[in-house]
């Protein structure tokens, strides 16, 4: 294919289209991906998530720069929120990083989900394919959000870092969003603001109160690492939590670092690898789901569910369940219930 | 069945075993959920949601009151975020709504949220059914979180109120989360403090900014419907801004009666109708899936995906979309490629 050859002789244009033709999901991508597959697994997929304000966007790109730095190559990811109703996000980011913009050794894309939450991750697994066939060695996912986009992200990311920032109401966030169990790292941005060092206090403590850890003593979070967190005599990973100023680049270096810690921890414990076979398992089924569906709608009159079953369901003459043994018996649509 | 026959009477020991039941998905899930389905589609499911930090609890614990001052029956579901690791949330909220307990007319759950993102939308779609069979006439969900488990909510829930709150960034918070396209009201909470008239302003602009409004006018959002909001001379809707200080119930009743007449006009416009429709085509779908993937995991080998398959897959050897044709085939699992 000769799109897929172009990608990865690393032409930018043909990795534009390769990410549309992905985020369409059209008939071209499957053979797209197939094609590209074998040429992954070589990149460091990397979450940034937190709440709305953490300045999450500002330390993606500070973060970028530090590994352009280092001349390390860089893609970018920006997850918009589905709307349900008009498929598209509401604000581009595209122009958001000006900055890194003609640089060609990053790449930034901004992606408009649309439909289901499942689809976001997967077409957000998609792009990662993509970015990483292309030779792109860090990739950054940024979400919006607090909550199941976290938790998202984190199943599609290898090291998932945590933004927080001083006066956001932090404990409450990040234990109502279950962060404590996706975070590989925390970031304490704006750090440069009134309440920095009580954020790295709300977030130690609940490192101590949090299940699994077991481990009170976390570094002064001084954003360089400590001899505390990081791996642990039994094995586990204790989550460091650095302080950062986005804007000016401040302990963005000592951030990075911790990534790359993260990851030669992720291999030399052999979880990375446990992470690709989960990741395998997940896109495969994700994958079966969709074509199993696919072919019963298919063998359907109309190539879709009949409306009488819809009618009769949503009238609640017929509970889904029945509905849905009817369909898979491959029987016509027999009287509803009651 | 005996469970089943106890809800419906109302019986609220038999609701509960009930719910757990659903949410753990068991064998007797899908009966019990058969049985439940023709007594459901009473009842008015309203989402609330917003930030952290915006007072959502107290806004749902006051709107409960707020209708059970009217005599309607009120069962309140509280959705944690998912972890996916530990597969539990990190806080109860089930002591949180204390001043409502011990009320027969009001039912609280809060869901340890499980497994992926489609399942939690799914498992609170089912708890929705069995409160409604149970005949609770208001259903009022609470989704901790900005971003994807709003867009979630919005495909539940017949009303869509989304709380916002002075001070908390409320321009970025909405426009990022794609708020506007699932809020069916505003609710400024924590109205007595400062900036909430900025924050309602804010809503007010982004609504004259929004797509397919093309209406500038709202009324004050001083609590009480204007003649501007609501449904439009056109049969939209537009959304009304109502100001609330939950914690003193004020404004809340202005709230309950907005959330009634945007009851009322999906019921006059024929909304109601294709949105459930809509929930008939996603509930089926959903449970096809998972049906489909059943059988063809039933008739691998060990009764689940085949490790050499997923091995080969995390190893790049193989692509995800070629081990599904062959899974989907029935064949061996034949030579990795290259």
Chains 1, 2 share one sequence.
């Not at 990608?7 to 999901?25: H, N, T």
């Not at 976390?218 to 100023?245: C, F, N, R, Y």
């Not at 992720?266 to 076979?277: D, F, K, Q, T």
Request: charged share 25%; hydrophobic share 40%.
């Amino acid at each position: 294919m000769e799109l897929l050859d172009r990608l990865l002789a690393g032409e930018r244009r043909a990795l534009a289209r390769a990410i549309s033709c992905v985020e369409d999901q059209g008939p071209e991508a499957r053979a797209l991906l197939a094609g590209l597959y074998p040429h992954t697994g070589r990149a460091h997929v990397i979450g940034v998530t937190g709440a709305p304000g953490t300045g999450k966007s500002s330390l993606v790109n500070a973060l970028a720069r530090a590994y352009r730095a280092q001349g390390l190559t860089v893609g970018i990811i920006a997850v918009d929120p589905t709307s349900p109703f008009s498929g598209g996000a509401l604000l581009g980011d595209r122009v958001r990083m000006r900055d890194l913009a003609g640089d060609q050794g990053t790449f930034i894309r901004s992606m408009a989900t649309r439909g289901s939450l499942g689809g976001l991750a997967h077409t957000t697994g998609e792009v990662v394919l993509a970015l990483d066939a292309a030779g792109f060695e860090r990739i950054l996912i940024e979400t919006v959000g607090v909550g199941q986009a976290e938790v998202d992200i984190a199943s599609a990311a290898h090291t998932t870092v945590v933004v927080e920032a001083p006066g956001l109401g932090d404990e409450i966030q990040a234990i109502k969003a279950g962060v404590l169990e996706i975070a590989d790292l925390f970031a304490v941005n704006k750090a440069d603001r009134e309440g920095a060092d009580h954020t790295v206090m709300a977030l130690k403590m609940m490192q101590g109160l949090g299940p699994s850890m077991g481990h009170h003593g976390v570094s002064a979070g001084s954003g360089k690492p400590g001899h505390q967190p990081g791996e642990q005599p039994d094995g586990t990973w204790l989550p460091p939590i650095t302080k950062t100023v986005a804007i000016h680049g401040e302990g963005v270096p000592a951030l990075r670092d911790w990534i790359e810690e993260h990851a030669a921890y992720l291999e030399r414990s052999g979880l990375r690898g446990r992470w690709e076979l989960a990741r395998a398992r997940t896109e495969l089924e994700h994958i079966l789901r969709d074509r199993l569906m696919a072919t019963l709608l298919a063998r359907q009159p109309a190539g879709q569910l009949p409306d009488e079953i819809l009618e009769a369901v949503a009238g609640r003459r017929l509970d889904p369940y029945t509905a849905a043994e009817r369909l898979l018996a491959g029987r016509e649509p027999s009287e509803p219930v009651r």
